[in-house]
């Protein structure tokens, strides 16, 4: 798959810019670089160094730029890479880019650097895919996510595993080659033991990805609640901004409204809902079908009730209604600056519910319910030792893996012949490989990488 053609795209966004970074790759991307820069022979210079000069086509000079180069095999692809740093003109780059093609370089595909970097044994494939999520990043906790495996968090677990696995598939192999004297060479319960080892680590990875996802997307959290609950208000206060309308009459929100609230480096994505009662007009309708789906969609529901105008039947009557299984549940009381904080052990509602007392309009407690939002959503699920994976093709390879060990634990219960338990072994390993790149096929990679943006 590898191929001897030098690439170039653009590796900055497109648009107007202080400067652009023209990106070249392969094994001719320094000559060709050099044949059209006036300044040093770039064929002379050492690798990782920074040369000033100016692109010229014939004697037109295009633009002045630094040239970096990457000689291989010390660059992100492993092959001779240049970097040409331009004036961020959308007409200077694509001069200096149709130019480069016209001295031989080709036109990059959408990942072609990252999947040279794959190919030419740069990164693993779990790595490779943690660049996308790195560079679409937008909180904190997603770049550490990335960042993590990136650096091989992930992969190295895995490995780990596999290795230990592929050991007791040559013991299998090996008694296949001594079937007629029936002897064992791989011990059964030395090989379930590590078949349990590997299913509670891949237990753990699976259950990870549902706030790997999140993390990664952000966590869905809907403010439900009657009419005139404060829900707006407590938008408001949450953001620190005016940003839904705020009045005292009652089904003012009619759609939904949704803004974004970044919580020690996680992202929740704050909607605020239409209240929850019997419409009156066709919009009004429409507006609480809008907020019931909302609540099916959402990962951490945030219940909010006025504490003053409620009874605590009707308190219990709505939390029978929204709590629904899997979904983080938060009962937020509010208007506590118009009574006592007894009230809320006054209405004994449930005790398997978090409950907190705030004040939206006067912005009291509002701290408390960030923190509590972070750790109903996330808790110390998330340090620098703990792996998560955020990836939907990891986890379908970890099913896979699951199944296949499965088989193996079947086949020594109701014992098999080593051929069969070899086959249940290799399918594991195989499965394993996939979410790595030792397993890999054509198809698989351009799934991959068509969806890397072009320059990286």
Partial sequence: MITDETIIALSTPPGIGAIGVIRLSGKEAISITNSVFSGKDLLQQESHTIHFGMIKDGNVIIDEVLVSLFIAPKSYTKENV???????????????????????????????????????????????????????????????????????GFSTELNQLREKLIHFASMIELELDFAEEDVEFANRDQLQALIDQITLVINKLIRSFELGNVIKQGINTVIAGRPNAGKSTLLNALLNEERAIVSEIAGTTRDTIEEVLNINGINFRLIDTAGIREAKDAIEIIGVEKTMEKISQSAVLVYLFDVINMSASEIKEDIAKLYKPGVAFLAVANKMDLTYNDRLAELDLPKDINFIAISAKENRQIDDLKQMLYETAVGDQLSDSHTMVTNIRHVEALQKTQHALAQVSNGMVNPVTSDFLATDIKQALYYLGEITGQVTTDDLLENIFSKFCIGK
Avoid: W
């Fill in 82 to 152: 240049v970097e040409i740093s331009c004036h961020g003109s959308n007409y200077i780059i694509q001069q200096i880019i149709s130019l480069l093609i016209r001295k031989g370089a080709s036109a990059a595909k959408p990942g072609e650097f990252t999947l040279r970097a794959f190919l030419n044994g740069g990164l693993d494939l779990s790595q490779a895919e943690a660049v996308a999520d790195l560079i679409s990043s937008d909180s904190q906790a997603a770049h550490s996510v990335a960042m993590n495996q990136l650096r091989g």
